[in-house]
């Protein structure tokens, strides 16, 4: 069983910054392959990053060099670092995992980009 808990969304102007994080509990979630989607209104909910337990990262198209994810397994906690945020971030962005083929989602944290 695994727990995720997002954190750090708000309201930020066009080309501003935030950092989102996830908690992590359970058994072994500091080893799991965890990433990013988010889901704006009205639109499905899309994949934005991952990072596997070695660290390896990936990203969707329209974020990268803008987004940084990354992860501190002694805090079993991930982090998306958003820069140069533009009004199409705005979204509801989640945390997942995949564990013993079990897909695990935090309950999200809002994003809001606009002036």
């Known amino acids: 069983q695994v727990q995720l808990v997002?954190?750090?969304g708000g309201l930020v102007q066009p080309g501003g910054s935030l950092?989102?994080?996830c908690?992590?509990?359970g058994?072994?979630?500091s080893s799991y392959t965890m990433a990013w989607y988010r889901q704006a209104p009205g639109q499905q909910r899309e994949?934005?990053?991952t990072i596997t337990s070695t660290d390896i990262t990936n990203y969707q198209h329209s974020v990268k060099g803008r987004f940084t994810i990354s992860r501190d397994n002694a805090?079993?906690?991930v982090y998306l670092q958003m820069n140069n945020l533009k009004p199409e971030d705005t979204a509801v962005y989640y945390c997942n995992t995949v564990s013993y083929g079990r897909s695990y989602w935090g309950k999200g944290t809002l994003?809001?980009?606009s002036s």
Request: proline share 0%.
């Open 6 to 8: 997002e954190s750090g």
């Open 19 to 21: 950092r989102l994080s």
């Open 23 to 25: 908690a992590a509990s």
């Open 27 to 29: 058994s072994g979630s």
């Open 47 to 49: 994949w934005v990053a």
């Open 75 to 77: 805090r079993n906690t």
């Open 111 to 113: 994003v809001t980009v």
